[in-house]
């Protein structure tokens, strides 16, 4: 389990380093915009060859109300969120951030945790992190977090408090990773697929909802071409 917390901490690490970008010099909203669809196309390939295709091997019932469930599981929480006004967390403009820093903050942590539980459930399954996970998360944190950093500095918060809610998010991180690894030592078996098979839907709907229209908007046309480098980069990683 605490290499599975390593994990989680090395990943989600890189949401300050993108907050730390923000707040020493912010790249063009374009570079930003690419970044984000080069990861997404690693984190796509992963969720397909990592995760649903393993789980989908090991029972197909169970996996396939795994990621049902997971996908329901985060478009619910996701709408909760947006309703509350955390739905421009990724916004790099931040007036519309102003007002809603506790829906900002669950917003956030809720968009790691998909991300985290694989790395965890992962490792207890297969006895190592799949590598197109890490890469994918990784790439995309950094302009995620950017964006999300640069909006809030905007919108009036402060350098310390925009760092405080990424090691908020951080913190989560690690035990997401950790309860990833626990729930599939408890589950076992055939249980694992049910596990693997909700963070991959989940994942899928994170990517959709926040990660690709961020992507497209700030990118340009040019964001389809990095998506699908990025799921060329993770299938080759896979």
Do not use: C
Request: charged share 10%.
């Amino acid at each position: 389990m605490l290499e599975a917390a390593l994990w989680g901490l090395v990943t989600a690490g890189s949401l300050l380093l993108g907050a730390a970008i923000a707040i020493a010099a912010r790249p063009s909203d374009r570079t930003v915009g690419l970044t984000i669809a080069l990861g997404s196309g690693a984190l796509i390939a992963a969720i397909a060859y990592e995760l649903v295709l393993e789980a989908f091997e090991t029972s197909f019932g169970l996996a396939a109300a795994g990621f049902t469930l997971g996908a329901v599981a985060f478009y619910a929480g996701d709408w909760t969120i947006d309703r509350r006004g955390g739905h421009g967390r990724k916004k790099l403009a931040g007036p519309q951030l102003a007002s809603a820093a506790s829906a900002i903050v669950l917003g956030t942590v809720l968009d790691g945790i998909p991300e985290s539980f694989v790395l965890g459930a992962s490792l207890r399954t297969d006895g190592a992190v799949p590598i197109a996970v890490v890469v994918g998360v990784f790439v995309s944190n950094v302009p995620e977090s950017l964006s999300a950093s640069s909006g809030l500095l905007a919108s009036g918060w402060t350098r310390v408090r925009v760092l405080g809610m990424w090691i908020l998010v951080l913190a989560a991180s690690v035990v997401a990773a950790s309860l990833g690894w626990l729930a599939l030592a408890t589950l076992g078996g055939d249980g694992g697929a049910f596990a693997l098979a909700f963070a991959g839907g989940a994942l899928l709907v994170m990517l959709a909802d926040t990660l690709m229209p961020e992507a497209f908007e700030l990118g340009g046309r040019e964001a389809g071409l990095l998506t699908a480098l990025g799921f060329a980069l993770g299938f080759g990683l896979s």
